[in-house]
C-alpha cells in the first residue's frame, strides 16, 4: 500500500473497557415470505463495543436479518430494539438516525459522483440547515480563519477572483448552509484517510477498483456517525493481502466506538477478527459465542459440511 493508501488513525475516542451493555436486541424475530420461513424465531442480542460475527450456509437468513434491523422489512412477529428503543415498524431512514448503517453485499455507490461526494451524502442526513435557510444562505455566521474560502489560485482573474471571496466571506460572514457544507467536506475527507482511498477521493465511484469501492461503502456508511455498522461480506472478491487489511480496518472501526455486525463467509477472517459469533441454518440461530467454541459446535460443523444437523 502507498502512504496515500494507507489508512489513518481511528479519528474518535477508543471504546472504554468495562461491562458489556446490549446495544441491539433481535427477539423471536420471524419473517415469512409466501410460503419461505427466512428467520424463524431468531433471538441474539450485540453488546456495545464488540465485533459479532453473523455466519451460516447460503440462505441461511444472515442479509434477511440485516434487512430487519434497517426496516427494509417488518418481521412477521417478534421485535427488534436498538438502545433499548423499538426498531420495528421504523422507516430505514429512521433506524439510520438511531444509529444503524450498513453496506450491501451488491456494493451499491452512486457511480457518477466522486468518492467524496458519495460519502458527503451520508453526511448530509444530519445537516440542520431549513431548505429555505439553504437556499438563501441565511443566517450569516462570521467564520474561522481555517474555514474561509481557500485561494489556491497562483495568478490572473482566477486568483483576483478567489481572494475576493475570501475578504468578502471574511467581512460579511457565510451562511450557516456553507460552513456546514464545509464541514461535511472535511468530515468526508477524513473517513476517506481513515479507510484509506483518500488518494482517489475526487474520481468517479465507477472508475475506482473494486477494493477502493467496497472500503468507499464502509467510509459512506461511517459518515451517518453509526453506533452499529452492519457490514454485509465486505470482503467478498478480495485477495489474502486485502482481507488482511479490512481485518484490521474492522478494528479501527471498533477501536473508534462502533459497534460491528459483520456477515462473512471467509471463516479464517470471521475466526480472527470477532469476539463473538452467531450461526444462522435453514433461519434459526444454531449456536452462539466465542470464536473458538463455535468452530468446535457439531451443529456448526455439519452445518458448513452439508450435513444434516439432526445427524449431528
Ligand atoms: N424478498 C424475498 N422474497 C422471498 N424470499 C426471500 C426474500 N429475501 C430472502 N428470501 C429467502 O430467505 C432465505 C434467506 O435469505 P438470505 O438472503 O437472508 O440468506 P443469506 O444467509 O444472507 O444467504 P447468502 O449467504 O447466500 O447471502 C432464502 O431462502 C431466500 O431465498
Given amino acids: 500500500m502507498s502512504d496515500e493508501t494507507t489508512t489513518t488513525a481511528a479519528p474518535k475516542i477508543p471504546a472504554q473497557p468495562g461491562p458489556r451493555r446490549s446495544l441491539l436486541e433481535i427477539d423471536n424475530v420471524t419473517l415469512r415470505f409466501g410460503g419461505v420461513v427466512a428467520l424463524d424465531g431468531i433471538s441474539f442480542e450485540i453488546h456495545e463495543g464488540e465485533i459479532l460475527g453473523l455466519i451460516g450456509p447460503n440462505g441461511a437468513g444472515k442479509t434477511t436479518c440485516f434487512n430487519v434491523m434497517t426496516g427494509v422489512y417488518k418481521p412477521t412477529s417478534g421485535a427488534v430494539r436498538f438502545g433499548g428503543e423499538q426498531v420495528t415498524g421504523r422507516k430505514p431512514h429512521q433506524i439510520s438516525r438511531m444509529g444503524i448503517s450498513r453496506t450491501f453485499q451488491n456494493i451499491r455507490l452512486f457511480p457518477e459522483m466522486s468518492a467524496l461526494e458519495n460519502v458527503i451524502v451520508g453526511t448530509d442526513s444530519r445537516h440542520k440547515t431549513s431548505v429555505p435557510g439553504a437556499l438563501f444562505r441565511v443566517p ?101 493481502a486485502e482481507k488482511e487489511e479490512l481485518l484490521e480496518l474492522i478494528r479501527k472501526i471498533r477501536d473508534m466506538g462502533v459497534t460491528v455486525l459483520l456477515i462473512e463467509h471467509d471463516m479464517r477472517l470471521v475466526m480472527g477478527v470477532t469476539d463473538r459469533i452467531v450461526v444462522l441454518e435453514f433461519g434459526r440461530k444454531i449456536a452462539e459465542g466465542a470464536p473458538a467454541e463455535v468452530s468446535r459446535d457439531p451443529r456448526v460443523v455439519a452445518a458448513y459440511l452439508g450435513e444434516s444437523t439432526d445427524a449431528a
Fill in 140 to 240: 450569516r455566521k462570521r467564520p474561522k480563519p481555517e474555514e474561509l474560502p481557500e485561494v489556491t489560485a497562483t495568478s490572473g482573474l482566477a486568483r483576483t477572483w478567489q481572494q475576493l471571496r475570501r475578504s468578502f466571506a471574511g467581512t460579511f460572514g457565510l451562511s450557516r448552509h456553507v460552513l456546514e457544507e464545509r464541514a461535511a467536506e472535511a468530515k468526508a475527507m477524513e473517513l476517506l484517510r481513515f479507510v484509506g482511498i483518500a488518494d482517489r477521493a475526487n474520481d468517479a465511484a465507477r472508475n475506482l477498483p473494486y477494493g477502493y469501492q467496497r472500503r468507499l461503502e464502509i467510509a459512506r456508511a461511517l459518515g451517518t456517525e453509526p453506533k452499529l455498522i452492519c457490514l454485509d461480506e465486505p470482503a467478498a472478491g478480495f485477495n489474502p
